[in-house]
């Protein structure tokens, strides 16, 4: 295990209300889910990393949670610890536990979460008067990006009701700063959403009017999460999430469309268009629904 401590030298900026910027990175003998971070390695940390860095702001809790990496991870924020208030690489249970021992270690008003290859797309003095007030959640806009850097859409909306993360999602939830001595912590049972799932527990806990939504790109977003390489796995977890809530004739809507899309629409009907159409639908899909990494 690899520990260090706060190192923040050299800051020019101060924020009045402090944030924590939480960073996840996962090393190559975690599950699938991570495959694309695995294979780009530290590379996808260094972009995360150099979106904060070159920023040259301080007064913000910057914290790398690293998986125990062996791919030279521990060497690139060696190079940061400049700017890097506490890193920690060992291994945990997937990036919920990570999160949660990040939550645990912070000590700030705010927490942004991050995952390696994302990037912090908003300068914290134009949001900084938003952070004055006792929201439990602010939220913004992300872009959505292939990995190639391809714009997709832009994600983000303001929440009319709670009501909208049974459905769906209109969040990103590397947009979300969440109050920290409200975020309690992750539901483990939950892989792939438990995020969409906290932040759903959070807005019916303390209601609607204590979210804000900023009209401003708070990240980039590199598309190849968790839901999208474990498909199966996330529609079953959100049928889950509808049952525990009481949402039994939705989940069954849900779990008839599913079968529909996995037995039917794909066996006996392949449209010409199929590949593009594939691509559209699920980017679609992903603007309405599913977990919000």
Not at 81 to 89: A, G, K, L, R
Not at 185 to 213: C, E
Request: proline residues 2%.
């Amino acid at each position: 295990m690899h520990v260090a401590g706060k190192t923040n030298a050299g800051a020019t900026w101060q924020l009045s209300t402090p944030v924590v910027l939480l960073i996840f990175n996962q090393p190559d003998t975690t599950d699938l889910v991570f495959e694309t971070i695995r294979a780009a390695g530290a590379r996808c940390l260094r972009q995360t990393i150099e979106s904060v860095a070159g920023r040259g702001y301080g007064n913000l809790e910057y914290i790398i949670m690293d998986g125990g990496s062996t791919d030279g991870t521990v060497e690139l924020v060696r190079r940061y610890e400049h700017c890097i208030d506490y890193w920690v690489s060992e291994p945990d249970s997937g990036i919920y536990d990570a999160m949660n021992k990040g939550i645990a270690c912070s000590r700030e008003k705010y927490i942004l979460f991050l995952n390696a290859m994302d990037e912090l797309a908003v300068d914290p003095s134009r949001i900084e008067w938003a952070l004055q007030g006792d929201h439990v959640l602010i939220y913004g806009k992300a872009n959505m990006m292939e990995e190639d850097r391809t714009f997709v859409y832009v994600k983000g909306k303001p929440l009319k009701s709670g009501r909208k993360l049974i459905s769906g999602t209109p969040l990103c939830h590397q947009a979300i700063l969440y109050r920290r001595d409200a975020i309690g912590s992750y539901d483990l049972n939950y892989r792939i959403m438990a995020d969409r799932v906290l932040t759903y527990d959070l807005i019916a806990q303390y209601g609607i009017s204590r979210t804000l939504f900023l009209d401003q790109t708070i990240a980039n977003y590199f598309e190849g999460g968790f839901s999208r390489k474990n498909y199966q796995q996330w529609k079953r977890e959100e049928i889950r999430f509808l049952i525990d809530n009481g949402e039994i004739l939705h989940a069954f809507y849900k779990m008839m469309g599913y079968a529909y899309k996995k037995y039917v629409r794909r066996r006996f009907w392949v449209p010409a268009t199929a590949v593009h159409g594939e691509k559209c639908a699920h980017n679609r899909e992903k603007a309405l629904g599913g977990g919000l990494i």
